[in-house]
């Protein structure tokens, strides 16, 4: 393993380390819950996303040595990969990022068990990316399938997961802080921990709010619908039935501030994006590079952003470049493809293979991009990397990159080099994660 290809993976290391919910569960359950107030008697812990499952193993360790006075109790939803064990809270694996029968009907039980809260009790939800699709609990009127096609037609029109969240919020009877309406109506008290995955790290976007107030409305979706062009030919009609319902007032918003006043609800964000940057920033200054975080926010379509940063590459080196530069990213771009093609990969490939063809006159530099998750879109890869010796490598074997993005087979390309970063579920999930090595 060179130098470079070394720094690389040991910098992600670093940034999937710092959002390990083994170390962050533990710690902000021990500030909400200090000594002499942990909960007592019946418990319920609920929860969606990738990381949430690890999150519940996380919470049922940290109870059995702080909460000697709880019942646990409670249903957790993941991706199908992403089990973590557990005693006391069941773990459902379930469809993401279109969901499936299994996710609803999890999200029906947790519907369940929230409704029979008990005034006084205490409703912890751990929450963290791809909750939106898991917790699917359509409002009435709206099947399994009718989300499933909704879900299919946002990601092919390339919106952008804030877009996409906004409107599945407004068909779901769980997200749009529905869920904490429902706690809150039966007197109970709700602390939500939360892995942020989006840019922004509000609570409302995180697994579209389940327990969050919302600042988005039934227009803003049917916008959105008509900002990418869906109508009845691809949105079924009972989901364009229910927006419309929604903006006449027939059909309650979703939570608002207002709604909140003299509740018990609480939502705090425990690992974050940006944080997992600096992480990889503090490695990376031990190698001998000086780190340049671009921010957390960085979005557009995959192959744009790649060539932005091969063109930011060749900024630094003509005019701002002292010595070693490492230049840090994240935030979820999209991919646009086209109804006549498969494609295969993910976000994250698709960036760093555009990068790789934009910089051929940038020889000596390295990068990695990857889903923090373990999963960068249609494959189980969480992304690829590339060093001077993988450029070196595809020249020999004449790949053409051209060729692999017009397919959008950022896949294919990485895997014939042997360079795709597999790590396999990493059990928590904080946005994409993108880096590149100059200057040494």
């Not at 939360?194 to 709010?209: C, E, F, N, Q, Y």
């Amino acid at each position: 393993m060179s130098q470079q290809e070394t720094i690389l993976k040991n910098a992600f290391a670093a940034a999937l380390a710092v959002a390990d919910p083994s170390k962050i569960v533990p710690e902000y359950l021990g500030k909400i819950f200090p000594r002499g107030l942990e909960p007592k008697g019946r418990c319920l812990v609920v929860g969606a996303g990738k990381a949430s499952a690890s999150m519940a193993t996380a919470l049922e360790s940290h109870a059995k040595s702080h909460w000697p006075n709880a019942t646990l109790e409670g249903v957790v939803l993941t991706r199908y990969g992403h089990h973590s064990p557990t005693s006391h809270i069941q773990i459902i694996e379930a469809g993401h990022p279109v969901p499936d029968q299994a996710g609803m009907d999890g999200a029906k039980e947790i519907y369940r068990l929230v409704g029979e809260l008990q005034a006084g009790e205490v409703l912890i939800a751990l929450i963290s990316g791809g909750g939106s699709s898991l917790l699917t609990l359509p409002q009435t009127g709206i099947s399994i399938e009718d989300m499933r096609k909704t879900t299919e037609a946002l990601l092919r029109s390339g919106a952008p997961i804030e877009e996409m969240n906004v409107v599945r919020k407004h068909l779901s009877a769980i997200q749009g802080g529905n869920l904490a309406r429902l706690a809150i109506a039966r007197g109970a008290r709700v602390e939500a921990l939360l892995i942020s995955d989006v840019t922004g790290d509000a609570p409302a976007d995180i697994a579209s709010g389940p327990c969050a107030p919302d600042y988005s409305t039934y227009q803003d979706a049917l916008d959105i619908l008509a900002k990418h062009h869906l109508s009845s030919n691809s949105i079924p009609e009972s989901v364009l039935n229910h927006l419309q319902r929604g903006i006449a007032g027939k059909v309650p918003e979703t939570l608002k501030v207002d709604d909140l006043q003299d509740a018990q609800v609480k939502n705090h964000v425990i690992a974050t994006a940006y944080k997992s940057l600096e992480a990889a920033a503090e490695y990376v200054r031990t190698q001998g590079y000086e780190p340049v975080i671009l921010g957390d926010t960085i979005t557009g379509e995959a192959q744009e952003v790649g060539i932005e940063q091969a063109v930011l590459v060749r900024q630094y080196l003509s005019t701002k470049a002292k010595g070693p530069i490492a230049l840090i990213s994240g935030g979820e771009c999209t991919v646009t493809i086209p109804n006549d093609i498969k494609g295969r990969g993910g976000r994250c490939s698709e960036y760093l293979l555009s990068l790789f063809s934009a910089s051929t006159d940038l020889p000596n530099i390295s990068a990695l991009a990857a889903d923090t998750d373990g999963i960068d879109g249609s494959e189980k890869n969480a992304g690829a990397w590339f060093t001077p010796a993988i450029r070196q490598a595809a020249h020999k074997q004449s790949l053409i990159p051209a060729q692999h993005l017009e397919q959008h087979d950022c896949f294919g390309f990485f895997a014939q080099l042997d360079a795709l970063v597999e790590t396999g579920p990493t059990l928590t999930n904080v946005n994409d994660f993108r880096i590149i090595l100059f200057g040494k």
